[in-house]
């Protein structure tokens, strides 16, 4: 499945949960050993969940996220996405996530390379490439993510596979077109949109790319 730009969904996190023109609420988690930064615990996401009439993207930077898959399950989330450094049983985590109902995805730290996916890619709905350090909002886009992009979406279309490709970090819309044209298919905004005196219109922007 190569990327087109019909095909683009922007997600974001924040406000006018109801009517936000985003296509998935992505919700990152943050334990403060994994990253260094602690983000919010289960009854913000069960809040979020509430209001939000959007499917949950929750990428988990938590050490040994197994532990709370059915948990996350539990508040909301429909997509679970967790760190390729954090699992020591990735299969077993990913399979755990599936059999929830969940779409599982794995993500990997701007260090890590593509070709570590090589067993794991057809057991995943999507992978999450950080384009920045994970755990900080407002972070400079890592340029070498582009060749990264073109390097997995040769990896997903040569096993015939229709994993999306997700990218977290620097989105905005000068990166966001290099990284459709790569083959992108899902970008998460965060500062971006979040910074922006209307938020709704950047959403609007990035998604007429
Ligand atoms: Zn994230």
């Not at 983000?39 to 938590?62: T, Y």
């Not at 971006?192 to 709704?200: G, H, Q, R, T």
């Not at 219109?201 to 998604?207: D, F, R, W």
Request: charged fraction near 25%.
């Amino acid at each position: 499945m190569k990327a087109k730009k019909t095909d683009i969904r922007i997600v974001d996190g924040r406000f006018s949960l109801i009517d936000v023109r985003a296509d998935w609420f992505h919700i990152d988690v943050m334990d403060g050993l994994f990253v260094p930064n602690i983000s919010f615990g289960m009854p913000v996401i069960e809040a979020i969940k509430r209001h939000a009439k959007k499917p949950m993207d929750v990428h988990l930077m938590i050490e040994k996220p197994e532990r709370y898959i059915e948990t996350f399950k539990k508040i909301g989330a429909d997509n679970i996405t967790v760190h390729f450094e954090a699992c020591t049983h990735l299969h077993r985590t990913i399979q755990q996530i599936k059999d929830l109902g969940c779409l599982a995805g794995v993500v990997l730290n701007p260090s890590t390379p593509v070709s570590v996916l090589e067993e794991i890619l057809p057991y995943c709905e999507m992978v999450l490439l950080m384009s920045v350090n994970p755990g900080y909002g407002g972070q400079k886009f890592i340029e070498s993510t582009y060749q990264k992009v073109r390097k997995l979406r040769k990896m997903i279309d040569d096993q015939n596979l229709s994993t999306l490709i997700e990218i977290d970090g620097g989105v905005n819309n000068e990166t966001a077109i290099k990284l459709v044209e790569a083959g992108a298919d899902v970008l998460v905004a965060g500062n971006y949109v979040f910074s922006a005196e209307d938020p709704i219109e950047k959403i609007k922007g990035l998604k007429s790319l």
